[in-house]
């Protein structure tokens, strides 16, 4: 049998082995699977030689799945879970092997999984799922990756590598019309270098990129004048240019930029709280008692006209409304209702500057490449509107179907008036009702705008000698960010919100890694060692303005606060290469993610998570390279780890962490890619993740119930589905003079899982948890039939038909328990999308 020709020193620098594996290779002589070159230990390597636990997209790849952005990940990847944040676009929180990202609209929290462009890491999860104009492969990295990559990475990591110029002419255009009018035009082009290596100031290289992609709603609006729901409007530029000054010495530069302004996703009603906002009966049933009292108050003489003209009517609606949203229940509705029309609008660039320096033979140090990377990154958000499709909108007489906030108030006022007696002079009912005339009685308005800021640098020494690869480097990065926000909940109760704070995180660190190859058993052991330290420096400038309500005024409040942390993370591999057909190793790895203060909630800190993961894994290529079967089993322990809540006592929705306390988890994976026939690649993945939360903090009520708790280790439950199956296919149907007939399927499973790990409130200040809403088991079927390589002058023309979610499975994404507005919301994931694809490369 041939020597395998796996790279034994890599292999000790693993953090998990690889899980699944990348959409259908291309299949190289005899039929074997050809591996993708990736830099997960920054300097390139094979796929499949380097043992991180990574799934390697190609661009055939990404073409196949449909993948733009980060977003177009979930559930294509097996481990990987997330969402979209409810009411805005782009904002997404990616979720590894369990390890969750939180609320990723939130500028003050940082991510679990850091992602990378072409090596700059992207610092906050808002807008971190917008489109980049032309991809060549992405890597997905699984598990603790504190030593190379850092802070922020406890879950794991996602590089997204853009392509560099070729020196060559060449042009790639590809135009797409769909359903829901989808329309999608990309083009990049390559132009020829200009002058010659080593004369003057060297070859000069540039690329340029461009794509649109638009499409209508996918919801029907039926307020007067309002845009449909999850509309896509969104553009994304490129430019790079690569320098070779000499052989050695190369500048590459890159710029990028992407835009969206679209409505967002509808926020669909799905049911109601058990309780009431008193915490008495059902929250329906506390209206038909509420209106029933009304329909008696209003017989008294000399009542409140007001409650026979407008109150009576408003009730009537809102229990109309509520009972239909509750009778509708789950599942995705064709159309919906808005007060205000959800809206985001994005945008962000960045620079890149990247200089490698390849010094050759430099004595005992062996061969070594200096690297440095400098950028800048700048991203602007809006958003606006409900995150409810409730009608609350009032007509010319002031009716209409209010929040139940308001009803509940507008019956403790005039309970306190007609049957305890107390003059109504000393009651608020004109401020209430005033309020409500002059801001309404809806439940949501979201009004919030962001500015957020980065610079890094990182400086890497990547050395090889005889028996050991290693790696030097050291990172800087500064970020800053200002959040303002004019929302509006349970209108007028809540008054206009102002809320603004202004932080920034300035952090440095070193790192080295280094991998030893002894020569012992026939140079098939490798041990690697790795070691990162972290230092930085977080501060926040909280300014919350004066609050007017109906009942007072909050006065404006602000106050700063700073706070230093610091972490050791490192790794630790025997890696053993078993026979030339199996590659095993034992793993031992930890992470860290910084703390800090949360923007959203007043003067709120928490502290940093750290994790510990030993994992044990093996790669193989058997029958001549056309099997290759990969798995992992691992475990790893969780400590003071940041979980994400949306909080809702009051009604209004702000996003926050807390420490959790800790959590012991083990999971695997296995992966399995054969070619079995010429032109047939067939694969299948399947991970599974076991264990909740082995410390939760307890839910305490407030005032004279703050000592009143409920046990929040036994409620809370990881947010993450315990399995995942995939499965693909990639067939040449037949070859001819005229072009290549290929289809491509893939089918995606994963079973139930809670949306967040606990909701919980208040209720006349007692602890409430309210049931989670669950993220239903779903399939998802995606399919492309193509005829490409059709000769057309010196390029090459493909027709591709496409289709996603073929089975339009009506799972949701995402959901909120709104706590005292009595609402609970879930957005759903597109439908059966499908369409014309054309494409041409020269």
């Not at 850091?114 to 104009?133: E, L, P, T």
């Not at 209206?287 to 409140?304: E, F, N, S, Y």
């Not at 507008?410 to 209430?432: K, N, R, S, V």
């Not at 809370?716 to 290549?740: C, E, I, K, M, W």
Request: proline share 4%; aromatic share 10%.
């Amino acid at each position: 049998m041939q020597k395998s020709c796996f790279n034994p020193r890599p292999l000790a620098m693993a953090i998990s082995l690889l899980a699944i594996p990348a959409a259908p290779m291309t299949m190289a002589q005899g039929h074997a699977l050809e591996e993708v070159v990736v830099t997960a230990q920054k300097r390139e390597e094979s796929s499949q030689e380097t043992p991180i636990s990574i799934t390697a997209l190609s661009t055939t790849d990404l073409e196949n799945r449909g993948i733009e952005n980060s977003e177009d990940l979930i559930g294509q990847i097996a481990g990987m879970s997330g969402y979209d944040a409810p009411g805005q676009r782009a904002a997404v929180s990616l979720n590894m092997r369990g390890v969750s990202g939180g609320a990723p609209n939130n500028i003050s929290l940082d991510p679990a999984v850091g992602i990378y462009i072409d090596g700059v890491f992207v610092g906050k999860q808002a807008g971190s799922a917008m489109d980049v104009a032309e991809l060549e492969r992405i890597e997905v990295l699984r598990g603790p990756q504190g030593t190379l990559y850092g802070r922020n990475s406890t879950g794991g990591a996602v590089n997204f590598i853009t392509r560099k110029p070729t020196g060559e002419f060449g042009l790639r255009a590809t135009a797409s019309v769909g359903n829901y009018d989808y329309r999608q035009f990309k083009v990049n082009m390559d132009l020829p270098s200009v002058g010659q290596v080593g004369e003057g100031l060297g070859e000069l290289a540039v690329n340029f990129g461009y794509q649109t992609r638009l499409r209508d709603g996918l919801y029907k609006n039926k307020s007067p004048g309002g845009d449909d729901f999850d509309e896509m409007d969104r553009q994304a530029w490129r430019f790079a240019a690569q320098l070779n000054v000499t052989d050695n010495f190369v500048v590459d530069y890159a710029y990028d930029n992407s835009k969206l302004d679209e409505v967002n996703a509808m926020q669909q009603v799905v049911g109601l709280n058990p309780l009431d906002a008193a915490g008495n009966v059902s929250m329906l049933d506390g209206l038909r008692g509420t209106l029933g009292a009304a329909q008696g108050w209003a017989q008294i003489p000399a009542a409140d006209p007001r409650i026979s003209e407008r109150w009576i009517p408003s009730l009537q609606q809102t229990i109309s409304g509520l009972e239909q949203a509750q009778a509708r229940g789950q599942g995705r509705a064709s159309s919906g209702m808005a007060d205000f029309t959800p809206l985001s609008k994005n945008d962000s660039d960045g620079h890149a500057l990247t200089l490698t320096f390849d010094a050759g033979d430099m004595g005992a140090l062996g061969d070594v490449t200096f690297r440095g990377i400098a950028a800048q990154r700048e991203l602007e958000t809006f958003v606006y509107g409900d995150i409810e499709n409730i009608d609350s909108s009032l007509d010319s007489n002031g009716v209409g179907a209010m929040n139940s906030l308001v009803h509940s108030t507008l019956g403790q006022i005039y309970g306190a008036a007609y049957e305890l007696g107390i003059p109504t002079e000393f009651l608020p009912i004109d401020a209430l009702w005033d309020g409500i005339d002059n801001l309404g009685a809806y439940h949501t308005n979201q009004n919030t705008s962001t500015e957020y800021e980065q610079k890094s640098l990182e400086l890497q020494m990547i050395g090889t000698t005889e028996t050991v690869d290693y790696v030097l480097g050291y990172y800087r990065f500064w970020d800053e960010g200002a959040f303002e926000r004019d929302a509006v909940f349970a209108a007028p109760l809540g008054g206009v919100v102002d809320e603004s704070y202004y932080s920034d995180t300035y952090a440095w660190a070193t790192f080295t890694q280094a991998t030893w190859t002894p020569g012992w058993f026939d140079n098939r052991l490798a041990l690697t060692a790795g070691l990162r330290y972290t230092e930085e420096k977080k501060r926040i400038d909280y300014d919350y303005g004066e609050v007017v309500s109906p009942f007072g005024v909050t006065p404006a409040r602000a106050v700063s606060r700073s706070k230093d942390f610091s972490n050791t993370s490192g790794n630790f591999t025997v890696a053993f290469q078993a026979t030339d057909e199996l590659n095993t190793y034992l793993r031992y790895a930890t992470g860290y993610r910084s703390g800090g203060f949360n923007g959203e909630q007043y003067d709120n800190t928490y502290d940093e998570e750290t994790i510990e993961q030993l994992e044990l894994g093996f790669k193989s290529d058997w029958w001549d390279r056309r099997l290759r079967i990969n798995g992992a089993i691992y475990g790893y322990k969780y400590d003071d780890l940041q979980v994400s809540q949306v909080k809702t006592d009051d009604g209004t929705a702000t996003t926050l962490l807390t420490n959790a306390g800790s959590a012991e988890r083990w999971g695997g994976e296995l992966e399995i890619l054969a070619a079995p026939i010429e032109d047939l690649i067939v694969g299948f993945s399947y991970a599974y993740i076991n264990g909740d939360f082995e410390k939760y903090p307890d839910v305490c009520g407030t005032g004279e119930f703050q000592d009143t708790c409920i046990n929040g280790s036994k409620n809370a439950h990881r947010s993450s589905p315990g399995n995942q199956v995939g499965a693909s296919l990639d067939y040449v149907f037949a070859r001819t003079n005229f072009g290549d007939f290929t289809g491509y399927l893939q089918v995606n499973w994963q079973d139930a899982y809670p949306e967040n790990s606990l909701w919980s409130g208040n209720i006349n200040g007692e602890p409430v948890i309210y049931d989670k809403q669950g993220m239903d088991e779903r399939t998802v079927v995606n399919a492309r039939l193509s005829l490409q390589d059709i000769p057309a002058g010196d390029g090459m023309f493909k027709v591709t038909l496409w289709g996603k979610n073929l089975l339009d499975d009506d799972y949701p994404t995402f959901a909120i328990n709104l706590g005292a507005l009595g609402l609970i919301t879930e957005q759903y994931a597109p439908p059966r999308t499908y369409g014309l694809e054309l494409s041409y490369e020269y």
